[in-house]
C-alpha cells in the first residue's frame, strides 16, 4: 500500500487552519470539477483532491493522518501499525465514492464493522456519468464502442475498491452531440434489494475534417470559383452520405448557405446539410493568369472599398 | 453487475420530450419534492405547464439535476450559483464551438489568402 501526501494533493502545507483546508479545496475543486473541466486528466485530479480533502476537513480523520504519517515519503511503501487509529470515531464523509487503497484501509474501518453485524438496508444504486466520443459517420450508420468505466464497488469484507470495467455500447443512430445515452441498470450497484442506478453517457463529437456539426444539422465550406459564384454553375458536394451535385444560383456571395433539406444527422425528423460558398481566388502567378486579372480590372467598374466611404 | 460483457448493450437516446412529473422526478434522482421546486424557481431546470401538478420535465432534466447535485456536494454552490453556473458552462460551451469554427477556418483559408 502506498503511502498518499494529502497536504501536496491540496498543495498545502502542514500547519495550515481548517478554514484554509477548505478553501484550498474549493479552488482546486472548482478548477478540476469534472463538469467544468473536460480536460481528460481533470476528473483523475479531481478525485485525489477530494480524498485529500475527505481527510483533512475532518478534524479527527486529520488528527490520525498526521499521527501516523509522520516519517513517510509519497508512494513508499506503508503499513499502519496495529491499533493505529485507536481512540479516534469516523463517521460521515462520502461512502458511495472509491477512495484509494490506502484511505479505504485507514478511514473505512465503520463500514467493515456494520458489515459484520450484519446490518441490512436497501437503497438504489447511483446513477453515473460518463462521456463517449463518436465520429460523424457514427451518428449516421450507428457503431459500437467499448468504454472504459471505473467504478466503485462494494467487496465482500465491506470495503470500496475501484473497479475497472469495460462496456460494449451500441450507439444509436440519430444520436446528437450533447446528447446523453441511458443505460438502465449499468451505474452503481444498489444496497440491499435497492435497485441499481443507471449510467447516463454523454454523447461528443471528435472534430471532424471536413463537416461541423451543430445540433442535427451539418456544415461543410464549400470552395467555389468566382466565376462560379458569379455565373452560377453546378458542383459537386461532398455530404456524409455521398456526393451530391448542388446549384450555386448565379450573383452568390461569399458565405451563401446552401441548404440541402433532410441531409444531416438522420432521425424522425433529420437535420439539414448546409453548404457554405467560399470564393476560392485562383492565383495570378502565370502570365496567362495575370491577363486575366488584369483584364477584369479593366472591363469592370469594381470598387470592393466603396462601404468604406473611400 | 462485475462481469465483463461481451454482447454490447443498447441504451436509449434521452429527448426533451416533457414526460416526467414532479413526483417520477423526485424518486428518478433521490431529491425532495421542495428542492425541484427551488430549482424551477431559480431557473435551474425548466418544465412545461403552469401549476406545480401540470409540471412535465424532460428526461433531459435528470441529467441536469444530477450534475446539480454535483456541484453543491463539491463545490458548496447554492441554487443561485447552480444557475450561474449552467448558464456560464452553456456559454462557454457555445464559444467553444465558435471558436472551433474560426480556427477551422483559418486553417482552411491560409494557403489561399496569403498568396
Partial sequence: ?310 | MSEESQSAHTGTIITSKAELTIDDLCSVCGLPRDKIVTYVAEGIIEPQGDAVVEWRFSQTTVVELHRAKRLERDLGLNEAGIALAFDLLSQIDDLKRRLAHFEQDDHKRLPTDVL
Avoid: C
Avoid at chain 1, 475501484?162 to 444496497?191: A, C, D
Fill in chain 1, 1 to 310: 500500500m502506498q503511502y498518499k501526501d494529502y497536504y501536496a494533493a491540496l498543495g498545502i502545507k502542514k500547519d495550515i487552519t481548517q478554514e484554509e483546508v477548505k478553501r484550498a479545496y474549493r479552488k482546486l475543486a472548482r478548477k478540476f470539477h469534472p463538469d467544468l473541466n473536460k480536460d481528460k486528466d481533470a476528473e483523475e485530479r479531481f478525485k485525489e483532491i477530494g480524498e485529500a480533502n475527505e481527510v483533512l476537513s475532518d478534524p479527527e480523520k486529520r488528527a490520525a493522518y498526521d499521527q501516523l504519517g509522520a516519517g513517510y515519503q509519497p508512494g513508499q511503501d506503508f503499513q499502519p501499525p496495529p491499533d493505529w487509529d485507536e481512540g479516534f470515531e469516523y463517521s460521515g464523509g462520502r461512502q458511495d465514492e472509491a477512495y484509494s487503497e490506502f484511505f479505504e484501509h485507514l478511514f473505512r474501518r465503520s463500514r467493515q464493522a456494520d458489515h459484520a453485524q450484519g446490518r441490512q438496508f436497501h437503497a438504489s444504486g447511483q446513477d453515473h456519468h460518463a462521456r463517449v466520443l463518436i465520429d460523424l459517420e457514427d451518428a449516421f450508420s450507428g457503431a459500437t464502442r467499448a468504454i472504459q468505466l471505473k467504478m466503485p464497488k462494494v467487496t465482500g469484507d465491506g470495503h470500496v475498491i475501484t473497479e475497472q470495467r469495460t462496456l460494449n455500447v451500441n450507439i444509436p443512430k440519430g444520436v446528437q452531440p450533447g446528447q446523453h445515452i441511458r443505460l438502465k441498470g449499468q451505474g452503481g450497484p444498489g444496497h440491499g434489494e435497492g435497485r441499481s442506478g443507471d449510467l447516463y453517457l454523454e454523447v461528443e463529437f471528435a472534430p471532424h475534417r471536413l463537416y461541423r456539426i451543430e445540433g442535427k444539422d451539418i456544415y461543410l465550406d464549400l470552395p467555389v470559383a468566382p466565376w462560379e459564384a458569379a455565373l452560377g454553375a453546378k458542383v459537386t458536394s461532398p455530404t456524409p452520405l455521398g456526393a451530391v451535385g448542388i446549384t450555386i444560383p448565379a450573383n452568390s456571395a461569399q458565405g451563401r448557405r446552401l441548404r440541402l433539406k433532410g441531409r444531416g444527422i438522420p432521425g424522425k425528423t433529420p437535420g439539414d446539410f448546409y453548404a457554405v460558398l467560399r470564393i476560392s481566388l485562383p492565383p495570378a502567378r502565370d502570365e496567362k493568369s495575370k491577363k486575366a486579372y488584369q483584364e477584369m480590372a479593366q472591363e469592370l467598374s469594381f470598387n470592393p472599398r466603396a462601404q468604406l466611404g473611400v
